[in-house]
C-alpha cells in the first residue's frame, strides 16, 4: 500500500479505532498464561489433570520439564522418560503416583527393530521405592539350546535379523546370556514380578500392567496456589508462581483496595497517554515526506514489534543472551557449521560448556518473521524428535538462535546410496519414523497446531546416536488446532518438496496436509536414495519424473535395485514400504493423504497390508522463465490400485 493511499483510506477516527483496539488485544493477552495453565489436562479416560503436567490445552510452562503428556486419538495418553515412550495408565493427583507401561511392548514383546531395543529402568524417578517395582532382563534372539535350560519358558519366538528365535527373561541381575544376540532392561510391577515367576501371568500380561510412579510437585506449587496463583516454570525450567497481572518467583502478592485504585487510575492515565502519543506520531507521520515516513517505520517497527512480543510471552521465549555473549560463545564465529537463506551456523559452547549450533540471522533477510517464527513455535514445543532451542539474540539489528548441538549434522549426507556416509535402509526408516512422531506432535500433540512448511532433508538434524530431529522453523505458521484450513500469502518451502495447494490454491487449502505431502517426497528420496527433485535418467536416453518412476518400480520390479547393487529381501521389504507410504503422502489432493498418526502405523505395520495408491498425477515441479513456480499436469492412470485412502480410515 502506498503513503497517499494510506492517507486516504484511514481517516482520524479509524486510526484511533485501530489503536484503542490494540491496546485492548494487549492488555487482554496479559491474562492469557494464567487462563491456560487454569485449564486442564483431560484425554480419554485420564481428566482432570494439573501441575506437574502439561500437553493439550495446557501450554509446557503450565508444567514441569519432563511431564509433558500427549494425547494420541483422543484416547490414549503418552508420556517421554529417557527416550523411550509410555502408555500412562493413570495418574492420581492426591498421592502424586502414576501408572506407566512402555509403549513399544504394549501389543508385542517382540522389538519392531534391534536398533529400536532401548533399557528403561524408573528406579531414578522412585528413589528408596524398590519393594513397588522390579527389574527384569529380557533377552531376545536366543538358540534353541538356551531357551531349553531357562528356569521359565516364555513361549515366544521374535524375528531378530529375520530369523525366529527365542525368547526369555531373568532377573535383572543376569546382564549376560551367551547364545542370544541382545537384551533389554525393563521395569514391571513387585505383584506382576511375583505372580510372573510363580507362572500366574505372562510376560506381555506383566508388562500391561505397568508400573507407578511417584512424582514431587514441590513445596513451593502449595504456596503459589494458595495465593491465588498457578504453578508452572520458565524458560530454564525454573519454578515460577503465574499470577493474574503477571509472573512471580514464588507466590502472588496480595493487593488492597486501594493498590487497585491506584493501578486502575494508572492505566487509564497509560491509555490516555499513549492515545495522545499515537495521535501526535500519526500527525508527524503524515507531515513528513515519504521517505521520512518510510525510515521511522521500517527502521524502528520491527525491533519494537520483537521487543514487545519478547516481553509479553517473558516467560515462555528462552533465555537470551547479548550480542557479545554470541561472539564469545562461537570464539568469534571461528568455527562455521554452514549457511542457508536466513544465515549462517557456527558451531560454539555456552558458559559451562555445553556445545551449542548457533544460527546467526542476516540483517538483510526478512522482517524479523522467520525469527518470531522460530522463537515462538519451538518454544511451544517439547518433543524428543524437535530441535531444542536453548535461547536467542536480539540486541540491536543482531539477531541469533542458539540450539542444542546436533554432532552428526543433517540428514541430507547420509541418504544418498554414493554417499561414504550412507545408513542404509534399516537405520533410515527408522529415522523416518522419528521424524514422523515429530511431526505428528507439532501437528496435534502440543497446544497450538504448528505448521512446519519446509520439511526436506536439510532440515532433519541427527543427534549422536542419529535421532532425528525437526529444525528451521523459519516459514514455519501457527494455528488452532481446530482449524482445518490456513490463510496463507505467497508459496513458501524449496522446489521438490512443496506441496501443490502451496503454491496455487486450485489444488486446495494449506493445512497441515502440506506438511505431509513434503515428509512423503522426502522419505521418497530416502528410499529410492537420490535427489527427488531431479528426473531420472532411463536407459533409452529419455526422462521421468522421480516419484512416477519409484511408482512404477514398486508395482512392477520385484528386486527394486535402487541403490545400483541387487538388494536383499528385507532392503526391498523396507525399500517398498517407504515408497508405498511416500506416495499416499504425495496425493494431489490433499484429503487422500493420511494423517501423520496413520503414517506412523503404516511404516510400522506389515508391508502386506498395505494398499497400492492411485498414481499422483503430476510431473516435476519446476521454475517458468520468469521464475515462478510451474507443475506440469499428467492425466491420472489408475492400476490396480486401492480405492480408498488411508485419510479414511482410523488412526492411532
Known amino acids: ?34 487462563k491456560n495453565c487454569s485449564l486442564l489436562y483431560n484425554c480419554g479416560t485420564l481428566m482432570g489433570i494439573g501441575y506437574p503436567f502439561s500437553g493439550g490445552d495446557r501450554p509446557n510452562y503450565c508444567g514441569r520439564r519432563g511431564f509433558e503428556l500427549s494425547c494420541a486419538n483422543d484416547q490414549y495418553t503418552h508420556i517421554w522418560f529417557d527416550l523411550v515412550a509410555y502408555r500412562v495408565l493413570g495418574i492420581d493427583p492426591l498421592v502424586r503416583k502414576m501408572t506407566v507401561a512402555r509403549l513399544d511392548l504394549w501389543e508385542d514383546i517382540c522389538p519392531v527393530s534391534v536398533n529400536r531395543i532401548k533399557d528403561s529402568t524408573l528406579s531414578k524417578l522412585n528413589p528408596g521405592s524398590d519393594r513397588r517395582f522390579r527389574n527384569i532382563h529380557i533377552f531376545y534372539g536366543c538358540t534353541s539350546e538356551v531357551i531349553a535350560k531357562v528356569q521359565i519358558q516364555s513361549n515366544v519366538s521374535c524375528s531378530i535379523f529375520g530369523e525366529n528365535s527365542g525368547v526369555f527373561f531373568a532377573g535383572e541381575f543376569v546382564s549376560s546370556a551367551p547364545g542370544c544376540t541382545t537384551s533389554m532392561v525393563v521395569s514391571i510391577q513387585f505383584a506382576a514380578y511375583i505372580d510372573l515367576w510363580d507362572r500366574k501371568i505372562t510376560l506381555q500380561q506383566a508388562l500391561k500392567q505397568g508400573v507407578d510412579v511417584e512424582y514431587d510437585t514441590l513445596e ?149 518473521e522467520e525469527f518470531i517464527n522460530e522463537v515462538v513455535s519451538i518454544s511451544k514445543t517439547s518433543h524428543v524428535n524437535v530441535v531444542n532451542l536453548v535461547g536467542f539474540c536480539l540486541d540491536g539489528r543482531k539477531r541469533a538462535l542458539v540450539y542444542e548441538f546436533m554432532p552428526n549434522g543433517s540428514l541430507e549426507k547420509y541418504i544418498h546410496h554414493d554417499s561414504k556416509s550412507y545408513l542404509g535402509l534399516e537405520r533410515l526408516h527408522e529415522i523416518a519414523i522419528g521424524i514422523g512422531r515429530g511431526l505428528e506432535y507439532l501437528h496435534g500433540g502440543c ?94 536416453s529419455s526422462e521421468a519424473y522421480f516419484p512416477d ?100 480410515s482410523g488412526t492411532r
Open 1 to 34: 500500500m502506498s503513503i497517499d493511499h494510506f492517507h486516504s483510506s484511514m481517516t482520524n477516527s479509524q486510526l484511533i479505532f485501530f489503536i484503542l483496539s490494540v491496546i485492548s488485544f494487549c492488555y487482554s493477552a496479559k491474562g492469557d498464561q494464567f
Open 220 to 368: 513451593a506449587c502449595s504456596s503459589c496456589e494458595a495465593s491465588g496463583g498457578k504453578c508452572g516454570s520458565d524458560s530454564t525450567y525454573e519454578f515460577i508462581c503465574i499470577c493474574q497481572d503477571q509472573s512471580h518467583p514464588k507466590v502472588c502478592p496480595k493487593h488492597g483496595k486501594g493498590r487497585w485504585l491506584k493501578r486502575m487510575i494508572g492505566a487509564i492515565m497509560a491509555g490516555i497517554g499513549i492515545l495522545s502519543c499515537s495521535v501526535i506520531c500519526y500527525c508527524y507521520y503524515k507531515k513528513y515526506s515519504k521517505k521520512t515516513a518510510l525510515f521511522l517505520f521500517s527502521r524502528k517497527t520491527d525491533d519494537k514489534e520483537l521487543e514487545a512480543f519478547l516481553e509479553e510471552h517473558g516467560s515462555l521465549v528462552p533465555k537470551r543472551y547479548s550480542y557479545t555473549d554470541i561472539k564469545k560463545m562461537t570464539h568469534y564465529f571461528k568455527e562455521k557449521l554452514g549457511h542457508g537463506g536466513y544465515g549462517e551456523v557456527y558451531r560454539g559452547n555456552l558458559f559451562d560448556k555445553r556445545p551449542v549450533a548457533i544460527k546467526v540471522l542476516s540483517m538483510t533477510k526478512g522482517n524479523g
Open 447 to 540: 497446544n497450538t497446531r504448528i505448521l512446519h512448511l519446509d520439511i526436506k532433508p536439510h532440515n532433519i538434524l541427527l543427534d549422536e546416536e542419529y535421532c532425528p530431529k525437526i529444525s528451521d522453523f523459519g516459514l514455519a505458521k501457527l494455528c488452532a488446532r481446530n482449524e482445518s484450513v490456513l490463510s496463507m500469502s505467497g508459496a513458501r518451502g524449496t522446489i521438490g518438496y512443496i506441496a501443490p495447494e502451496v503454491f496455487s490454491r486450485n489444488f486446495g487449502g494449506v493445512s497441515y496436509k502440506s506438511d505431509v505431502y513434503s515428509y512423503g517426497m522426502m522419505i521418497l528420496e530416502m528410499a529410492g536414495g537420490r535427489k527427488n527433485a531431479i528426473n531420472v535418467q532411463l536407459s533409452n
Open 549 to 648: 518412476w519409484l511408482y512404477d518400480r514398486v508395482l512392477i520390479d520385484e528386486d527394486l535395485k535402487l541403490h545400483g547393487h541387487t538388494m536383499t529381501k528385507e532392503e526391498n521389504d523396507i525399500a517398498r514400504k517407504m515408497i508405498l507410504v511416500g506416495l499416499w503422502c504425495i496425493q494431489t489432493n490433499p484429503s487422500h493423504r493420511p494423517k501423520m498418526s496413520k503414517v506412523i502405523d503404516m511404516l510400522e505395520g506389515s508391508l502386506m497390508s498395505l494398499e497400492v495408491p492411485p498414481k499422483p498425477f503430476f510431473s516435476s515441479p519446476s521454475r517458468s522463465e520468469g521464475g515462478s513456480l510451474e507443475m506440469t499436469l499428467l492425466p491420472q492412470t489408475i492400476l490396480p490400485t486401492s480405492s480408498s485412502s488411508p485419510a479414511d
